[in-house]
């Protein structure tokens, strides 16, 4: 696999500039420019899917909303995907786990358990509420920081920042 600053070294080196004139220098520079503006050659989709499905993984995702109905403040719930396609976080209350299934945009967390702790009633509430839409997700769509999850609804169902990477 190419990355393009590979290929854009390739291709700066294959224009076998011995004497660099100024106007052959930045006739050089656009030539070389232009070419590592457009993605590699062969680059496929799956490939891409792939990519996206990776930055899933090795990120602590806060959840900001649920359901379009907020979250109690400070209340903390997170989401990080492990590479071996397992999921872990904290509720605001308590710690769940589970199996997640990635393909493509395809999101399908299954297998859920928690920590069993007492928090107040509201907290608990917003846990049953979190745990009900992780579970329901069938879908994901990544934009920069924001990580938001739909069910097979195509409703969102859970919005999340990226809070730190591992």
């Given at each position: 696999?190419?990355s393009?600053?590979?290929r854009c070294?390739e291709?700066?080196?294959?224009l076998?500039v011995?004497?660099i004139?100024?106007a052959?220098?930045?006739s050089?520079?656009?030539?070389a420019?232009a070419?590592?503006?457009?993605?590699?050659?062969g680059?496929?989709?799956?490939?891409?899917?792939?990519?996206e499905a990776r930055?899933?993984?090795g990120?602590?995702?806060q959840?900001?909303?649920?359901?379009?109905d907020g979250?109690?403040?400070?209340?903390?719930?997170?989401?990080?995907?492990?590479d071996?396609?397992?999921?872990?976080?904290?509720?605001?209350?308590?710690?769940y786990?589970?199996?997640v299934?990635?393909?493509?945009?395809?999101?399908?967390?299954?297998?859920?358990g928690?920590t069993?702790?007492?928090?107040?009633p509201?907290?608990?509430?917003q846990?049953?509420?979190?745990l009900?839409?992780i579970?329901?997700v069938?879908s994901?769509a990544?934009?920069g920081d924001l990580?938001?999850l739909?069910?097979?609804?195509?409703?969102?169902?859970?919005?999340?920042l990226?809070a730190e990477e591992?």
């Amino acid at each position: 696999m190419y990355s393009v600053a590979a290929r854009c070294v390739e291709q700066v080196e294959e224009l076998n500039v011995i004497k660099i004139t100024r106007a052959g220098f930045f006739s050089g520079l656009i030539i070389a420019a232009a070419a590592c503006t457009s993605e590699p050659e062969g680059l496929n989709t799956n490939m891409n899917k792939a990519i996206e499905a990776r930055s899933l993984s090795g990120v602590l995702w806060q959840v900001e909303d649920i359901d379009g109905d907020g979250i109690i403040d400070g209340s903390n719930i997170t989401l990080q995907v492990a590479d071996d396609k397992g999921i872990s976080g904290t509720t605001g209350c308590n710690r769940y786990f589970g199996a997640v299934a990635i393909e493509g945009r395809t999101f399908l967390a299954d297998a859920i358990g928690s920590t069993r702790m007492a928090c107040a009633p509201a907290l608990m509430e917003q846990e049953q509420h979190f745990l009900q839409a992780i579970q329901a997700v069938r879908s994901y769509a990544i934009s920069g920081d924001l990580l938001q999850l739909y069910d097979d609804g195509d409703a969102l169902r859970l919005r999340l920042l990226a809070a730190e990477e591992n």
